[in-house]
């Protein structure tokens, strides 16, 4: 079955460390997003890509960096920069067309220990 | 720039009876229109989306939600709810001259249908 899968589902991360949470596609999708989800927030677009090898900050990048090499992967590391990193983050994947919807995985739960 | 305001933090609806989630929004140009589920702990699913043509859209679940331009509104409908369509729901938008599918989310609205 096609779809996208994020991992691992929840991770813990020490003061001063950086973590990356990993996202896989395999719908032959051109674009994928993260996305940082807190209660009553909704979603907040972190970063985005349209292609490989190319990527674009959305409306809260600061504190995290993200990779295109391949065209199935999209992994968000998480730095130390990043002072409330609790979070519930979403990767989403969509043809890149703006009549498409986007889909999603089934999210990292990201807490401080 | 583009929005979406879902007006309600929450819906209260008894089994059986008809559940609307409100969605307007503005963009310049014409929309695409989207509306997700989330239940807890999982990701974003996909109900329906309008793109052009018929202002009433069919989806999944039973799940309808009709166009309204002049109101710039895509409201979610299901005429018998049930206790499983409690989750979260989000309207999301692009615009017709975007190319790719960067969308706007509203902020959601909580479901809960008492049995």
């Known amino acids: 079955d096609g779809g996208i899968t994020q991992s691992p589902k929840y991770l813990f991360r020490k003061e001063g460390q950086n973590v990356t949470l990993s996202c896989e596609q395999n719908?032959?999708?051109?674009?994928m997003y993260w996305y940082r989800q807190d209660p009553g927030q909704g979603l907040r677009l972190i970063y985005y890509?349209?292609?490989?090898?190319?990527?674009q900050k959305g409306d809260i990048a600061e504190g995290y960096s993200v990779s295109r090499e391949k065209k199935e992967s999209f992994p968000l590391t998480v730095t130390s920069a990043q002072k409330n990193p609790t979070a519930f983050y979403l990767c989403?994947?969509?043809?890149?067309?703006?009549?498409?919807?986007?889909?999603f995985g089934d999210g990292t739960r990201l807490s401080i220990l | 720039a583009q929005s979406v305001a879902q007006p309600e933090d929450q819906v209260n609806v008894a089994e059986g009876n008809p559940l609307t989630v409100k969605c307007t929004y503005s963009?310049?140009?014409?929309?695409?229109l989207f509306w997700y589920v989330q239940y807890p702990n999982r990701g974003l699913q996909f109900l329906l989306k309008?793109?052009?043509?018929?202002?009433l859209v069919k989806g999944s679940y039973g799940f309808e939600a009709e166009f309204n331009k002049s109101q710039t509104s895509f409201h979610l409908k299901k005429p018998s709810a049930l206790v499983s369509d409690s989750a979260l729901y989000f309207c999301?938008?692009?615009?017709?001259?975007?190319?790719?599918?960067?969308?706007?989310f509203g902020a959601g609205t909580q479901v809960v249908v008492t049995p």
């Open positions: 963009v310049s140009g014409n929309p695409y």
């Open positions: 999301a938008v692009n615009r017709e001259t975007d190319s790719w599918g960067k969308l706007q």
């Open positions: 309008y793109i052009t043509g018929d202002n």
């Open positions: 890509s349209q292609i490989v090898n190319d990527f």
């Open positions: 719908l032959n999708h051109d674009a």
């Open positions: 989403a994947s969509s043809m890149d067309k703006g009549n498409q919807p986007q889909h």
